[in-house]
């Protein structure tokens, strides 16, 4: 398991070099000179001078990547060019508001996705199942912004069963006042698409010829597909979870930015907004180490689901 674990992580280490070269050269080549973005529009050639010594955007490209490469090794991305906060603090703040929501969501998601799958799977070609199929097309039809938009004026306005928006200073406060109504609202959007696609995996699973000696040695249907099925169906389920949950935490910057909640995906877009790079860049670096490291953790998952996967 070590030695496996170790020859995963030096197998990462060409892609993260690349990722690295990738985002150097999209943002020093088409991302524009940035001391002409810090020096406003009211500037002179000294100013921006300056400005690029002190951000050693003077320097050789060579050089250039090798300070990126340090920053990331360093953690140290200097500081926010709009804010003048420090990047890594910029990070380490406002992933917590996001973990608040994503965690849960993630959870609850997987959960009744996969109870609903199984239990749609016991009943397949019936009535109930083309109904609940027929309501997963027509949820995933919806746009988020309707979602977003309906929730918050019935739930949230007319109901006042949830804050419109907003953010507490506790832990308990956030997650069960404020993130109650965008956990809710994302399982409204996530369910339907996990479902169809749990709902595969175990029909996959049905047909196979261990199912079948199991019905001929008279176990029950239910039994098959909570115990034998399950098992071999959380083999996909665990890639499709673990592979989306990089993609969530920038994913969710529509409800971060409708509930005011100060999490990774809304900084993404104010740091758009804003043109700040040092902060981009961070995010993006750590996002796709992230993606990387979750890949991993997936087939470690494997083998704890199923010893008989062999890690190669």
Request: aromatic share 12%; with cysteine.
């Amino acid at each position: 398991m070590t030695a496996y674990i170790l020859r995963r992580l030096w197998q990462m280490l060409p892609t993260m070099l690349g990722v690295i070269v990738l985002v150097f050269f999209l943002f020093n080549w088409v991302g524009g000179d940035p001391a002409y973005i810090l020096a406003g529009k009211m500037s002179n050639p000294q100013q921006i001078a300056n400005i690029r010594t002190q951000l050693g955007i003077d320097q050789p490209y060579y050089i250039q990547l090798w300070i990126f490469i340090k920053q990331i090794v360093t953690f140290n991305f200097g500081n926010s060019w709009s804010t003048g906060e420090s990047v890594a603090n910029v990070i380490m703040t406002r992933l917590g508001p996001s973990m608040t929501v994503l965690i849960p969501l993630t959870i609850l998601e997987t959960l009744i996705a996969v109870a609903l799958a199984l239990a749609v799977a016991f009943v397949r070609g019936s009535m109930t199942d083309r109904m609940v199929m027929v309501a997963c097309t027509v949820g995933m039809s919806i746009s988020i912004l309707v979602y977003i938009i309906l929730f918050q004026y019935w739930f949230a306005y007319k109901l006042g069963m949830f804050p419109v928006q907003g953010w507490g200073n506790s832990f308990a406060e956030n997650l069960f006042h404020y993130s109650a109504l965008p956990i809710l609202i994302m399982l409204a959007v996530s369910i339907a698409p996990s479902l169809r696609l749990y709902r595969t995996f175990v029909l996959d699973e049905v047909n196979q010829d261990y199912v079948r000696t199991a019905r001929a040695k008279g176990v029950k249907e239910r039994r098959i597909l909570w115990v034998h099925v399950l098992r071999n169906a959380a083999i996909p389920i665990i890639t499709n979870v673990m592979s989306n949950l990089p993609a969530l935490l920038i994913g969710a910057f529509l409800i971060e930015r409708f509930f005011s909640i100060p999490g990774i995906g809304r900084e993404v877009i104010l740091a758009v907004e804003r043109s700040d790079f040092p902060v981009i860049k961070a995010i993006t670096i750590y996002v796709a180490a992230a993606t990387m490291i979750f890949n991993l953790l997936t087939d470690l998952l494997y083998q704890a689901v199923d010893p008989r996967v062999q890690l190669k």
